[in-house]
């Protein structure tokens, strides 16, 4: 008998008696495959995929209802988020790239235009949008449990998590997607925070701050939001940051400040009372006044409401013993400076910096590590989602923003929705065997599909220069594979399943130019295509690599490039109506491109054509090849199809496990303005 047989059979026994599949419980254990921490909209959208796939789940929910962040956030109650219902389309994908609330489903009425039709809709709707969508589509989420404490375990089938509620019950799991959101609220450390109201805490009725002069730490929208809302009512309204205001159409990040809360900076550049000021918050200090001695008629002073001074650090004697509350007027900046902005007193100051991950309820064994950007107030994680030191642990949604702090939308609904989509495709391939989704096309079909998908879809014009699509070069045929995460290129075969040939790949991205211009001057946009690599604005480029780029080669990839150096590449020219679909300008240049990565005549001919082709040619072109002599005709959709009557086929087809170059491609890839190996434009 086997010597370790005992063992493990006492094994097997201790794990029966722990818990059983399917959520069933045994000794206060329930076991999952997938725990979902959170039913917020990340954690909605994770169990759609999940029960889609019949997967082993639960969505574990602290509160009674899905989306509670929304009851109480934004303060103010109206979303930034735009619900624009009337698009001129009955196309789904490329409606939901106006859509920036609705959640991914089969289901096509699913959406929250269903709850609200307003433009900007109100905070209360998505609560309700994101109940409906969870009993409609039968999830699995369990509310009213809380939390406290998630561990790492080693068993014999591996890492586990358990995670234990307020009832010291546990559930366990071996996949941890943590949906939870950001809502711990983010704190600047100075002498006198302690005098500071939050954001999360003030009074929402602008009544309360009738005449009182207001100052707010923050110019986020949350700040903004705060200061619009009172505005008409306080006597003024400064607001105080580290950093400049970052407008949302100047730097193309929805998270920095937007149109609908902007008001303020009209009060401010017009000179009605109100303004910004930037210091280093850890700088600064917030003292009062305290009224001293006793009038002269004995009786003590009336007692009047406190102000609230700016003053720097610096200038405060003994600072270490400083509360703030007790400084002296020779400590306030009026003394040193007497014509400093904020010199008058404040009747209050508020805090509005935002949130930041709740790391707390983490026992070291699972916790993630801190970011390394957003001040660390966001977890580590890779290039596909899962904890840097955290196997097994994967954070979706907000939480998972440090992937693309300030450079996307993967922060916001209308990005992360296709950002958990991903990780579901990556579970899908690590745990179940099953590739990431793709299409197989014919070569002569990739230019079509390539214009259908940078017209249409959704994900990578949401989340640009963060997912792309891979299209894997087969010779006469190739795979297109949906919205990868380009910072994974490198593990593209791992997380995907699919491999890559000695053909090659091509990589589509939308991407913004990185030449900082003035977005509402003149020359703003470039519309040649022939200096395409040029665009401002948001437009497709295609990377072609003859094999996967290294994680070297994407670690010292040049600074601000989403990709690193291709061996050929080519710009869309930008587009002021966001339709790349024009013959001269968009196609013609496109094809030549693919023609010089795959080295094929990607051309259409009439059958006639055809005909005299295959009598001139002994290899004729692709299209023919795979349409007329095989007695299929030409497709009745002229848009997905180019008729070239005046030429012979262009540089043949590779054949399998060949990779040469034709030498003449060079000089019409330059007139169509795209570039190659030999002489890359690019608009970094």
Not at 235 to 252: D, E, I
Not at 296 to 320: I, M, N, W
Not at 412 to 419: C, D, E, I, P
Request: aromatic share 12%; with cysteine; net charge positive.
């Amino acid at each position: 008998m086997d010597p370790n047989l005992p063992y493990l059979t006492l094994l097997i026994l201790i794990g029966c008696t722990e818990c059983f599949p399917d959520g069933r419980q045994q000794n206060g254990t329930r076991c999952y495959d997938y725990c979902v921490l959170g039913a917020g909209p990340s954690g909605l959208q994770m169990g759609y995929f999940l029960s889609r796939a019949k997967r082993d789940y639960v969505i574990i929910e602290r509160n009674s209802g899905p989306g509670s962040f929304f009851n109480k956030y934004p303060r103010h109650r109206k979303l930034i988020s735009i619900n624009k219902i009337y698009t001129g389309s009955q196309n789904r994908e490329f409606n939901m790239r106006h859509d920036w609330n609705s959640l991914l489903s089969d289901r096509p009425d699913l959406l929250l235009k269903r709850v609200s039709r307003d433009f900007f809709p109100p905070a209360d709707a998505f609560p309700v949008y994101l109940s409906m969508f969870e009993k409609e589509l039968g999830l699995r989420v369990r509310y009213g449990v809380d939390i406290g404490r998630i561990g790492a375990v080693r068993s014999p089938e591996g890492r586990r998590y358990i995670l234990t509620d307020q009832h010291e019950l546990d559930y366990k799991c071996s996949v941890l997607l943590v949906a939870s959101g950001l809502w711990v609220p983010q704190r600047a450390e100075f002498v006198g925070s302690d005098l500071v109201e939050g954001y999360e805490s003030i009074s929402t009725d602008p009544e309360d701050y009738k005449n009182q002069a207001v100052l707010i730490l923050g110019k986020g929208n949350s700040a903004f939001e705060t200061a619009q809302s009172i505005s008409g009512r306080a006597k003024l309204v400064h607001m105080l940051s580290s950093n400049p205001v970052r407008l949302a159409w100047q730097t193309h990040y929805v998270g920095d400040l937007r149109a609908v809360n902007n008001d303020l900076l009209d009060t401010y550049q017009l000179k009605s009372l109100d303004g910004l000021a930037e210091i280093p918050l850890d700088k600064i200090a917030i003292t009062q006044l305290k009224e001293q001695g006793r009038s002269r008629s004995g009786a003590k002073k009336k007692v009047k409401k406190p102000k609230f001074y700016v003053t720097l650090k610096k200038y405060l004697r003994h600072q270490e013993e400083k509360n703030g509350s007790d400084a002296t007027g020779e400590e306030t900046l009026e003394y040193h400076l007497d014509n400093f902005s904020m010199r008058k007193p404040y009747d209050r100051v508020i805090s509005c910096l935002g949130f930041r991950f709740n790391f707390s309820i983490f026992e070291s064994s699972a916790r993630p590590l801190n970011s390394d950007n957003a001040k660390g107030r966001l977890p580590r994680l890779t290039a596909w989602y899962e904890g840097a030191d955290t196997p097994g642990l994967f954070v979706l949604g907000t939480a998972a923003h440090s992937r693309d702090y300030r450079s996307s939308a993967g922060g916001f609904v209308h990005g992360f929705r296709y950002t958990v989509r991903s990780v579901h495709r990556v579970l899908e391939q690590r745990y179940h065997g099953n590739p990431w989704q793709s299409t197989e096309l014919s070569t002569t079909q990739l230019q079509s599909w390539i214009l259908k998908r940078i017209n249409e879809a959704s994900g990578p014009y949401q989340m640009f220069e963060v997912l792309g699509d891979v299209i894997l070069l087969r010779g006469s045929r190739c795979e297109y594979v949906e919205e990868f995460t380009l910072q994974a290129l490198p593990r593209f075969s791992s997380l995907s399943g699919h491999e890559v040939s000695d053909h090659g790949l091509i990589v589509l991205v939308m991407q913004y130019g990185k030449k900082k211009v003035d977005y509402l001057g003149r020359g703003r946009a470039d519309t040649e295509w022939t200096t395409a690599w040029k665009s401002n604005f948001l437009h497709p480029v295609l990377y072609y690599y003859d094999k996967l780029p290294t994680d070297e080669e994407m670690k010292l990839r040049p600074s601000g490039w989403t990709l690193p150096r291709p061996k050929a590449i080519h710009h869309m020219v930008e587009d002021f109506l966001t339709e790349w679909g024009t013959p001269i300008s968009h196609m013609q240049p496109l094809r030549r491109f693919l023609e010089h990565c795959v080295q094929t005549d990607l051309r259409a001919f009439y059958a006639e054509s055809c005909f005299r082709l295959s009598l001139a040619h002994r290899k004729p072109p692709l299209f023919c090849q795979q349409g007329y002599l095989k007695r299929q005709g030409v497709a009745r959709d002229s848009r997905l199809w180019q008729h070239d009557q005046d030429g012979g086929p262009r540089p043949t087809e590779r054949d399998e496990g060949t990779s040469g170059e034709d030498p003449a491609f060079p000089t019409y890839l330059a007139q169509a303005g795209a570039s190659f190996s030999a002489g890359l434009k690019l608009d970094f």
